[in-house]
């Protein structure tokens, strides 16, 4: 059973757009924050956007100005809209969701989706 589901990557020129959806099933969607995550090869996995429940939201200093992160709870959705977009944007991105039972935290993952900006 697929928890995290990431689309809408591409192919884009510099300068362009694109909007990254993130589906959660009913198991581990819910009041909690969700992240945005990205990897480049040769480099460790970076933060790049998250939101909470209520709306408030956080950004890595690159993307601040140029990304935005929203969520629809009734669709169990995260998106990351990303405008402006500078070929150091390119790598795989992953959503992120911490669970929590009686043996502690638990991270679940996407299977990711490539975001490749090259003219």
């Known amino acids: 059973q697929e928890q995290l589901v990431e689309s809408g990557g591409g192919l884009v020129q510099p300068g362009g757009s694109l909007r990254l959806s993130c589906v959660a099933s009913?198991?581990?969607?819910?009041?909690?924050?969700v992240g945005w995550y990205r990897q480049a090869p040769g480099k460790q996995r970076e933060f790049v956007a998250a939101i909470t429940s209520s709306g408030s939201t956080d950004y890595e200093d690159s993307v601040k100005g140029r990304f935005t992160i929203s969520r629809d709870n009734a669709k169990r959705t995260v998106y990351l809209q990303m405008n402006s977009l500078k070929p150091e944007d390119t790598a795989r991105y992953y959503c992120?969701?911490?669970?929590?039972?009686?043996?502690?935290?638990?991270?679940?993952w996407g299977q990711g989706t490539q975001v490749t900006v090259s003219a």
């Open positions: 009913e198991v581990i969607f819910g009041p909690r924050p």
């Open positions: 992120s969701i911490r669970t929590f039972g009686p043996a502690g935290p638990r991270d679940h």
